[in-house]
């Protein structure tokens, strides 16, 4: 059985499962539009002991539900880069950032908010949107479809669970946060100053997936490295053992062995 932090203040918008007090690195995990630090779990229960996941929690969700959405990315992106700066002061291990599809996009704009003491190792983005490229702000843009129309592009493009999408009544509840968080992506376009660390793109068997590395390197002055997985659709939802494999992967040769810091957890 999990363990869950305190549920006030900064705890409410971070889930720490069991804890792990001898990790080497963090690992600061954002889901995809719609969802909260849950889809997290499975993956932080199948990593390796040496690492420790952490989930980010926006508003309007899970136990911040009552909690008004963030209408913007940099809203979100600020909240962000400040419950991490807090919480790694207080561990002091080296950090690594993942983010799925709409939380890759949170989690690339909260890292050129991080204080510089913050040891951010690295990002990992899988279902990523291109650095750079403008979300449509008007016609077919995700946020303005019908609501049949946008089950039908969710499905298409495995981006939500199939049996939240199969059912009505879940659907519907969870189609107002969904589309305030896909309006977060209107005419938005990462603008920021490039960053000083690695980005890990993580590249499935699915023929939807679009990586361009290039647009990648554009955003960070660091290296920019693709690992293939074998997973054909969503890793985190689908294959999370497959995902917790990959981020430790990751993490060996972003983490050099015995970073980590005394302080504890």
């Not at 499962?17 to 690195?25: K, N, Q």
Request: glycine share 6%.
């Amino acid at each position: 059985m999990s363990q869950t932090s305190a549920t006030s203040g900064t705890d409410r918008a971070l889930q720490k499962w069991t804890p792990r007090p001898h990790t080497s690195a963090v690992v600061y995990a954002l889901a995809h539009a719609g969802a909260g630090a849950a889809p997290w779990n499975p993956v932080a229960a199948a990593l390796p002991s040496h690492l420790e996941l952490r989930a980010l929690r926006l508003p309007g969700r899970e136990n911040r539900i009552a909690a008004e959405p963030h209408t913007s990315v940099a809203s979100a992106a600020a909240e962000v880069a400040g419950v991490i700066a807090a919480d790694a002061d207080a561990h002091g291990k080296p950090v690594l950032l993942a983010g799925s599809c709409f939380g890759a996009m949170i989690a690339l704009a909260a890292l050129g908010l991080l204080p510089a003491h913050v040891p951010v190792r690295g990002l990992v983005a899988l279902r990523q949107p291109i650095p750079g490229h403008v979300a449509p702000a008007s016609g077919d843009r995700p946020s303005a479809m019908s609501t049949a129309d946008l089950r039908i592009w969710l499905r298409d493009y495995r981006l939500t669970p199939a049996a939240l999408l199969d059912d009505d009544a879940v659907f519907a509840f969870f189609e107002p946060l969904l589309r305030s968080d896909l309006s977060l992506t209107d005419g938005y376009a990462f603008t920021g100053s490039p960053l000083d660390v690695p980005v890990f793109l993580l590249r499935t068997a699915s023929p939807q997936e679009d990586l361009d590395s290039a647009a990648w390197g554009r955003a960070t002055s660091a290296a920019v490295r693709v690992h293939d997985v074998a997973v054909d659709g969503d890793p985190l939802t689908e294959a999370p053992t497959v995902l917790a494999e990959a981020i430790a992967a990751i993490a060996a040769t972003a983490v050099p062995a015995g970073a980590a810091s005394p302080l504890s957890v």
